[in-house]
């Protein structure tokens, strides 16, 4: 219990000020809670002796007394509301902070990690864990530090008025401690369980979200459910265990609360029985009792949660402490952009994809990659961008290793066009300006037509204003493609790859996105992977891949006089290329 609660205060950071404003105002927000009550006691203990004749009153008393309640109400509710303004807004700001720290981190981690752990973990621990500590951190704080806070102002009162009493306050809070630390012992047990039926369920829902085509293609949807009804019925069985082991220990909290302030009124009511204490004093502690656990009985809410937010906290640290693929990486500035690949190997887990790979790819040159479905094509391409770190040997950009660079540094030079196109669901004019945000209006529509996307985007309801759904599901495969490739041109970037770029192209339209690719391209380092003949036969140099290893190079001219893997490929090429309906 203790572990978590400085867990979550060394969380908040550079905020612990205001956190600890927040508790001396809750501190001063319980004691005026307890005035009103002892004043109201005092006022009925003097009024009742001046009834016996013990004492005489002074009437005016009264409504003062009524006054000073109001006072010490509104003092009550202020420091309420001083404190809510000190804490509240604590948690979404570390929270905000967070998940934009998380944002980062991920995009500086290998894509390796992606195929370790699963999307949905991943998006558990930003939304589920996250909202978690958004939600509960401070406000568990603030019930436990808060709720002890105004207990001890109560018991203060409670010694002041007879020390022998106060004794019983102090064995109930005692024993109802210990039923806490049960709660929170089941609390810290069961959560991770508990976490990861939510992030099985959270996974199961994407993966039938993201299959819904094929489900309804196969008229499978009944087999589909299956998987997400029983992700759904282990999460309703887990929380519903974690409940039931929650109701004893609560229950026995509670009793142990209830039993102390029963004790407190009968004890009180003894000695004023036998006049130990006065009718005032009686009263005071009578009307105490009721009040003296109140903010105490609540804080077995927050021991149960205490395991949810030490799971949430740990998920935050796994990310956290991922290796970055760009650890010690700094901002480089280069002048020359040629690559070299020396003696380079890579694989994914045991499965080897490249084999001591040696190649130079010339700056301001257009260099095409060919070779056969898992040659390492793709491979090659995502170790220049630095998504992945290579095994052994070394990859220079411009002469600098790139394990030099950062990865924002590395990628400033790279524009990419991907085989499989993902466009943010927002407009297209902010998808095509992702790459440059500082583009002008001419210069997007200047990359849009180069790219030969303007005339159908013009066409749309809303123009270059139009919103797309997400990953671009409402435009056609070859609209988002040319989109992407108007992106990657208005980067402007000294390298360009292009992996299977004009692979949704119609035919009609690929003689024009080649042209507008081959003239916004020039004096630029280019890679290219493709299929298609009219793609490779123009580029300065061919490296043919086959088997992880480079067995070929040379330009189109040279590799189809040799009876190599390359001559093979354009035999096909050219057969498949000629193909029509007879």
């Not at 299956?226 to 992700?231: P, T």
């Not at 479905?373 to 995502?382: A, E, L, R």
């Not at 490739?485 to 080649?514: C, F, G, M, W």
Request: aromatic share 10%; charged share 20%.
């Amino acid at each position: 219990m203790f572990k978590t609660i400085k867990r979550i205060i060394d969380w908040c950071g550079e905020l612990k000020g205001k956190l600890y404003i927040g508790f001396l105002f809750s501190f001063f927000s319980g004691w005026f809670s307890a005035m009103p009550v002892i004043i109201a006691a005092y006022t009925v203990g003097k009024l009742i002796e001046e009834k016996r004749g013990t004492e005489k009153f002074d009437s005016k008393w009264i409504g003062l007394s009524f006054f000073i309640m109001l006072l010490f109400i509104f003092l009550r509710f202020l420091f309420d509301y001083l404190r809510a303004k000190f804490q509240e807004a604590i948690s979404y700001e570390l929270v905000a902070r967070d998940r934009l720290a998380i944002g980062d981190l991920l995009k500086r981690v290998s894509l390796g990690y992606f195929q370790k752990v699963n999307t949905g973990d991943i998006l558990s621990s930003i939304t589920t864990g996250l909202h978690t500590l958004e939600n509960m951190g401070i406000r568990m704080l603030d019930n436990f530090i808060g709720g002890y806070l105004n207990f001890l102002c109560i018991f203060l009162w409670i010694t002041i008025i007879n020390p022998r009493v106060s004794l019983i306050t102090m064995a109930a809070v005692a024993g109802s401690f210990l039923f806490l630390m049960v709660i929170s012992k089941h609390s810290v047990q069961n959560a991770s369980v508990s976490a990861q039926a939510d992030r099985e369920l959270t996974s199961t829902a994407i993966e039938y979200a993201r299959g819904l085509p094929v489900v309804k293609s196969f008229g499978q949807d009944g087999a589909a459910l299956v998987s997400m009804r029983k992700a759904c019925k282990e999460s309703k069985r887990i929380h519903l265990k974690i409940e039931w082991g929650f109701v004893p220990a609560n229950c026995l909290h509670q009793i142990v609360l209830k039993i102390g302030s029963i004790m407190l009124l009968l004890s009180s009511v003894y000695l004023g029985w036998m006049n130990q204490l006065s009718i005032t004093n009686m009263l005071l502690l009578s009307f105490l009792s009721f009040d003296v656990f109140a903010s105490i009985e609540p804080i077995s809410d927050s021991s149960h949660v205490l395991g949810v937010i030490e799971d949430a906290m740990n998920q935050l640290d796994a990310l956290r402490s991922e290796e970055f693929i760009d650890e010690g990486g700094r901002e480089i500035s280069l002048t020359q952009y040629g690559i070299e690949f020396r003696d380079v190997s890579f694989g994914y887990d045991s499965r080897l994809i490249l084999n001591h790979v040696s190649f130079v790819i010339p700056e301001k040159k257009t260099t095409a990659i060919v070779g056969s479905s898992g040659s390492g094509k793709t491979t090659i391409c995502n170790l220049i961008a630095k998504f992945y770190d290579v095994n052994s040997g070394n990859i220079e950009l411009g002469g600098v290793n790139i394990k030099e660079f950062t990865c924002d540094s590395l990628l400033s030079n790279i524009s990419m066009v991907f085989q499989n196109v993902y466009l943010f669901h927002d407009t297209i004019r902010n998808n095509i300006c992702f790459g440059n945000p500082n583009a002008t209006e001419q210069d997007m529509m200047h990359a849009a037509k180069k790219a030969c996307c303007h005339d159908f985007i013009i066409a749309l309801p809303n123009g270059y204003d139009t919103v797309i759904g997400e990953g671009g599901g409402t435009l056609s495969g070859g609209e988002k493609q040319r989109i992407s490739i108007a992106r990657a041109i208005l980067k402007d970037a000294p390298i360009v790859i292009l992996d299977e770029a004009t692979a949704s192209i119609d035919p009609e339209n690929e003689h024009y996105i080649q042209a507008a690719i081959s003239e916004l391209t020039k004096g630029k380092t280019i890679i290219t992977i493709a299929h298609r003949l009219a793609t490779i036969e123009n580029a300065d140099q061919i490296l043919v891949v086959d088997h992880g290893e480079i067995v070929e190079s040379g330009t189109h001219k040279e590799l189809v006089k040799k009876e190599g893997v390359y001559k093979k490929f354009v035999d096909i090429r050219e057969k498949a290329e000629r193909w029509n309906i007879a």
